[in-house]
């Protein structure tokens, strides 16, 4: 029988070859990166319309020209302890009138001559869309703000 014979110079020399190829240049595999954590998805709204403007009629501003002492001096010495307030409300009556739709153009707004000390009444004069007249009328009580 042959035995085999292995010097330790040999088995020396393999361990050293394997070590060489186990620490050796490898090929470059890609480099791996960690998933990053996803955005949350956006929902969208669906597309709306924008708003419509409420309806605004435009204002002639001679139609809110202050009284004057030449002008109206029966009307400013009927209301000369409120005159402040009947301009005041003169313009709430044109504001209340130019919201309504079938306003379009004020062209005067004065203190009704059925007002008095204690109860102010206005009416306001406009034109439809057409170009009739259309007039709208007010009391003092319609146009203060409500009491909260």
């Not at 709430?92 to 919201?99: G, H, R, S, Y």
Request: proline share 11%.
């Amino acid at each position: 029988m042959n035995s085999l014979r292995i010097s330790r110079s040999l088995v020396l020399l393999g361990l050293v070859g394997l070590a060489a190829c186990a620490t050796g240049p490898r090929d470059s595999a890609p480099t791996v990166v960690p998933d990053q954590p996803k955005p949350a998805p956006v929902t969208s709204k669906p597309v709306e319309d924008p708003p419509e403007a409420p309806h605004r009629a435009a204002i002639n501003p001679a139609a809110l020209t202050p009284y004057s002492e030449d002008q109206a001096p029966q009307l400013i010495s009927r209301f000369s302890s409120r005159l402040d307030e009947v301009e005041a409300f003169r313009k709430l009556a044109a504001e209340a009138a130019a919201a309504n739709p079938d306003c379009q153009l004020i062209s005067m707004v004065e203190v009704a001559s059925t007002s008095s000390n204690d109860e102010l009444r206005f009416w306001v004069e406009c034109s439809d869309i057409n170009g009739d007249p259309v007039r709208y009328n007010f009391s003092e009580a319609d146009l203060k703000p409500p009491a909260g």
